[in-house]
């Protein structure tokens, strides 16, 4: 099986820009969670996804917005882009059925904000 | 609140075993989970245990967990330059997991 596979790999944006980070998760995963990691903070949990609804939130402002879609693939989404959004951003993928089943990551997006 | 603990730094001559240590507060957590990461790279599973168990080995990697006192650690065996990388515990949060801060393993001749 493929693993989990996030585009792009790389991304330079400018203070006041959008961005959109993509990611793919296992066939057969229906949960896609997003992290944020930077080396102030580590890694803090952003959002999960499960058939196409938002099932949980951490503590991100309101520019930090996803989705998913029926195939299940996600999106991350951050408006107004600030410095302090420079950073590894994860996403992980699991069944989702239960609340505590393994989350796979894939190899990540790192995000520089200049 | 939640809270994961893991000591920064760790440093290991190859061949010897290394052993990474890790505090966590919620005691609901079902599953705990250890990953490893390269440099530039996501997050590698290593291994993870239910929380009504006491140890998990799984070939050189073996899992400690103590419930009571909420202390969970990895034993690598036959420490190589190669586990050189950074080790995460995680707790289970019902559908999040909460993270520890990671300790730096470095492996040296």
């Known amino acids: 099986k493929a693993g989990v596979t996030q585009t792009p790999r790389y991304l330079i944006k400018t203070r006041g820009q959008q961005v959109t980070l993509s990611c793919s998760p296992i066939?057969?995963?229906?949960?896609v969670s997003w992290y944020q990691q930077t080396p102030g903070q580590g890694l803090q949990f952003l959002f999960e996804?499960?058939?196409?609804?938002?099932?949980n939130k951490g503590n991100f402002p309101g520019r930090f917005s996803g989705r998913q879609f029926s195939n299940s693939r996600s999106e991350m989404n951050v408006s107004t882009l600030e410095l302090g959004d420079s950073a590894l951003y994860l996403c992980?993928?699991?069944?989702?059925?239960?609340?505590?089943?393994?989350?796979?990551f894939g190899p990540g997006t790192r995000l520089l904000v200049l | 609140g939640e809270d994961v603990e893991q000591s920064l730094f760790l440093s290991v001559r190859e061949g010897d075993s290394s052993v990474i240590n890790c505090t966590y507060t919620d005691s609901s957590s079902t599953y705990l989970y250890w990953y490893k990461q390269e440099p530039g790279a996501g997050l590698q599973l290593l291994t993870y245990?239910?929380?009504?168990?006491d140890m998990k080995q799984d070939q050189r990697l073996t899992v400690l967990l103590n419930k009571k006192d909420k202390h969970l650690s990895l034993r690598i065996a036959d420490t190589q330059t190669g586990d050189s990388a950074i080790y995460f515990c995680a707790e289970t949060d019902t559908d999040k997991l909460i993270f520890g801060t990671g300790t730096r393993l470095q492996v040296f001749p």
């Open positions: 245990i239910f929380s009504n168990m």
């Open positions: 066939s057969g995963h229906r949960s």
């Open positions: 992980a993928s699991s069944g989702g059925l239960a609340g505590y089943e393994t989350q796979y």
């Open positions: 996804y499960f058939s196409e609804t938002q099932r």
